[in-house]
C-alpha cells in the first residue's frame, strides 16, 4: 500500500464543474502538499498546508489531520486546469523530504 | 529571479554512456533535491542535499552520484548508463528549518538507448 493515496486516478470534467480531488495518506505529517503539472511541463506547488483550509482563486485545499485526508476543490473548472494534480506528504526532520501520490490526470472539456 | 533552472531538457543516451545533469537555484535555498519520475509513479527522490559539501541518499540513489560544492548547484552524475534510468528528472530546493514549499526545475527528459 502506498503512504499517499489519491483518488480518482482520472476525470474527466465538463467546463464550469465542480471537481474535488482526494488524498489519504497512513501516517502523521507536518505538512500536506498539493501540486499541478501540465503535460510535458514543469510541476507548481499550489497549496501546502497543515490544519484547516487554504484557498487561491478558485482553488481550495482542505485537511482533516484526524482522518488523514486531504481534499482539492476546483470550482468553475476551465479547460486550462487539465493537468495533473499531485498530492506530497511532508514528514519534516533533517531530510524535509516529500512522499508522493501517483497523481490525478483531470481533463476538463468546453 | 529565475528560480531553479536545469539542463538539459532532453538528452538520448546510449548504454554505457555517462551524463551530468545541471541544477542551479538562485534563491540562496540550503535544501536541494533531485527527484525521477515514471509513468503511472509518483516522484521519488534520488538524492538531496541540506546545504554545501553536504549530500545523503533518497530512496532510488543506485547509479547515480551528486555533489553540492556551492549553495546554487547541485548537478546529478549518472555513470554507465542503463535502459532504467530512462525518466524525467526533476530538481527542486526549499528553505529549512521549518516547513516550506519545494520550488521545482523544469525538468530533463532522459531517454538510454
Known amino acids: 500500500k502506498n503512504e499517499v493515496e489519491q483518488s480518482p486516478q482520472n476525470l474527466t470534467a465538463q467546463e464550469g464543474e465542480f471537481i474535488t480531488i482526494n488524498c489519504s495518506y497512513s501516517?502523521?505529517?507536518?505538512?500536506l502538499h498539493w501540486l499541478q503539472q501540465h503535460p510535458g511541463g514543469g510541476i507548481v506547488s499550489l497549496f501546502m498546508l497543515s490544519s484547516g483550509k487554504k484557498k487561491h482563486g478558485r482553488l481550495i485545499a482542505t485537511i482533516n489531520i484526524q482522518e488523514k485526508h486531504s481534499s482539492l476543490h476546483i470550482t468553475a473548472s476551465h479547460p486550462r486546469d487539465s493537468a495533473v494534480y499531485i498530492c506530497a506528504v511532508q514528514y519534516g526532520g533533517a531530510t524535509n523530504k516529500l512522499i508522493f501520490g501517483t497523481g490525478t490526470l483531470l481533463a476538463v472539456q468546453p | 529571479n529565475a528560480g531553479v533552472t536545469q539542463t538539459p531538457k532532453f538528452r538520448i543516451l546510449k548504454i554505457g554512456q555517462s551524463m551530468t545533469l545541471q541544477c542551479t537555484q538562485d534563491?540562496?535555498?540550503?535544501?536541494m533535491y533531485w527527484y525521477r519520475q515514471d509513468p503511472g509513479m509518483g516522484l521519488k527522490l534520488i538524492y538531496y542535499?541540506?546545504?554545501?559539501?553536504?549530500?545523503d541518499k533518497g530512496e532510488v540513489p543506485n547509479g547515480y552520484n551528486v555533489s553540492r560544492s556551492t549553495t546554487e548547484d547541485f548537478p546529478l552524475r549518472l555513470e554507465l548508463a542503463a535502459p532504467s534510468q530512462t525518466s524525467v528528472y526533476f530538481c527542486?530546493?526549499?528553505?529549512?528549518?521549518?516547513?516550506?514549499?519545494?520550488?521545482f526545475g523544469p525538468g530533463t527528459r532522459l531517454t538510454v538507448t
Open positions: 501516517v502523521g505529517i507536518s505538512a
Open positions: 527542486a530546493s526549499s528553505y529549512w528549518p521549518g516547513v516550506y514549499e519545494q520550488y
Open positions: 534563491m540562496n535555498h540550503n535544501y
Open positions: 542535499s541540506v546545504g554545501a559539501g553536504i549530500t
